[in-house]
């Protein structure tokens, strides 16, 4: 067999160490005030509402009106809207157009006291006003309101230039129509806005009496519409003209109190439950046991990183609790690799051969239980994600996740094996290999083979 | 090969089945006539609303305010609040046993009745859940959804993988013995009184995946024996020699994930966290029974299975070959006339 030089055992543990180290901490530098993330470490983890606290809702139209998928747009647009208003910019909104149906979720501030949970869901949920005023004042007339309004969609003209500008077109009904000719003919060269609630969305000019419908808006003076302006802004007067009202399907909350007090629990459990395997596998297993300890940290950190961003292009993920003792769970069973290539070496010492040919042996029959062993945990962690997670190819028969507690749990799973087949099978291996060269660590009974060989 | 327990595990498997079933039996008695399942409002649909409070109040005080603002009736659940560094905070939690949803007006309704009749006393809402008949069934039957299509998954992976030894019989016993250990986490929660809801899912799914993974490495030694311990050894010997030597693993491996769902579950007893609880338990309990089950119930009958099809198997093999010889000598007799 081919010797693994001894120096590969120091940089992988070493490695490991740096990354365990990093992915816990983070590295940051601080100039006064100003700190500058390198590297995110757990602190940087974005935590679930059922942890920080906050509100979960799901929104549906009333009297189980079929909605649009434009129409769902457009609600998810409003919601957009409301929640930026009320200052709420750490939200997740999922809008599942299978069932019709809209998720948000968002943290409660936990400097906010008083902060009522269900107002601001009311708030959400309550029907989208919106007018059209003369001037661009809020004071300004009343010119048409929502109802007016068929439909807004997005389309390109071809200007008196030659170019093709992205405009807004807006339809009317028939009663909106000879309302819009009034006011266009009031209001010819100067300013008609539309304001949503208390927002002002658009403050177009009128350049010329609009007698049939057919109305569009231009962008504003730096060249237009970008095509995701003219879409948010279609989405928002769709929102204004929706034909039915919003109800509260289900919603939840949670202080802010009852979930750092259960993340502090979490963090207790993981570090007694890595405390324990540790003392474990080093009485049961000695060398090969010390190994696999330091695989399974390395496995952590990998689990670590996945949630927390350190990696710029895994997207960061929302931690629930479910999340967190999935990732416990993991580091239970993350030493089994390690367990079942322990127990094979263990049963070839016994015949007698060599400490290398046995450690050759051993890593080699206890590859295909491994990897049979995982896949069934991977078929069940992929289950998991594509049933309660977000948007992807299953949502056409489930629709989209209103459960989001779930899908963290298969996610840290998932990742958990991954990060298991990584560490537990080829960082141990290089590892074990590499450790056995050492001279003071050459004794079988460390191996667990008999003590005077 | 160094061979450190000698169990019959066939031989006693007889034990095993009466255990797993005595046990079943008398949960299901138990479910029955004393306790009954519980369903959480995540499936069913209603809405449940926790405070806390500080000061002493009796429960009557509270369960009559509560209930005198609203037409539904409440279930109240009284708890210390270990959250708040107050001795003297309490927690309660009102389950409104309407299936509908309650709307925020009517809870705000509950909430400000309790406010106004003990001004002194804080009572703040510290979780509340609302959820509509028709999204809990739509949940539900996800729920049931995930978990047949990872079933059906595992069935056919473990049917290609273990074709040496009978595929398909070793793929219907990893499940029979999955099935044994969910109904194993559902006796759980029934027995001790923890509503059915998304963690009962995820239990369910991880006891799914960690029950089969436990009985392939089993079936994995059996593949390998077979070939290692020649056609003369009969089935019952070659598993027994696998589970055997895997039996160190199996219960190391259960030691340590038990260590990691066990501290999860110690802590969260002492904090008084229900939803780790209600997921730490039934999960613990799994555990054992998935490791339980792959030895005691999947291997041996799958053993009774091969012995069965072998011998239905010889019977026909030695009926053709008499019956192909009989016509040989027909046709010889045949031939002679």
Redesign the interface.
Known sequence: MKRIGKWVFFVVFILILAFTYTSVFGIYSEYGDYTITYIKGIQDIRWGI?IKGGVEA?FAPEDGVDASDDQMNAVKSIIDLRLVNQNVTDYELYPDFT?D?ITVRFPWKSDEENYD???A??ELASTAKMVFRGGSTQDGEELLTGSDVTRAYVSTITDSKGEHPIVVNLEFTEDGKTKFKDATTKYLNQTISIWMDDTCISAPSVNSVISDGNCYIEGGSNGGFSAEEATSLANKINAGALPFNLK????????P??GT??L???G???V??LC??FL??LI?YRVPGFVAFIALLGQLSISIMAVSGYFTFIPSFTMT??GI?GM??S???G??AN??TA?RI??EL??GKTLDGCIANGTK?SL??II??????I???V??IL??GPANIFSA???VS??G??YA?GYT?LVGVIANFIMGVFASRLMLRSISGLKFLRNKGLYGGKKKS | MRQKFHIDFIKKSKIFFCISLGIMLICLILNIFLIHTRVDIQFTGGTIVKYSYSGDLTEKQITDVAQEATKDTISFTFAENLASSDANSHMVSLEFTNSKALTVDEQNEVTDALTKAFPDNNFIVEESSSVDASKGANFFFKCLAAVILAAVLIITYVAIRFKKIGGMSAGVMAVVALVHDLIIVYFVFAMFNMALDDNFIAVVLMILGYSVNDTIVIYDRIRENRRKMGPKATTAEVSNASMNQCLTRTICTTITTMAAIGSVLVVSLIYNIDSIISFALPMMIGLISGCYSSICIAVPLWVMWKNHSDKKNSEKNSKKKKSSKTEKKSGVELAKE
């Not at chain 1, 509260?248 to 202080?255: A, F, N, P």
């Not at chain 1, 049979?372 to 945990?377: A, E, K, P, Q, R």
């Open positions: 059922d799901v069932n149906r949970p269900g107002e869901i009311k509260i399907e289900s919603y939840g909350t949670i202080s109190s009852l007090y259960a502090q629990a979490m207790i459990a993981s007694a439950a324990f395997i474990f596998m049961m609790i479910p003792a416990i769970l580091i239970g069973m030493v089994d367990i079942i127990e263990k049963d016994w015949t029959s295909s239980a049979d062993g995982n896949i069934t945990i078929i069940v962690a289950i998991l049933v309660f028969i489930f629709g209103t459960t507690l779930i749990f799973l």
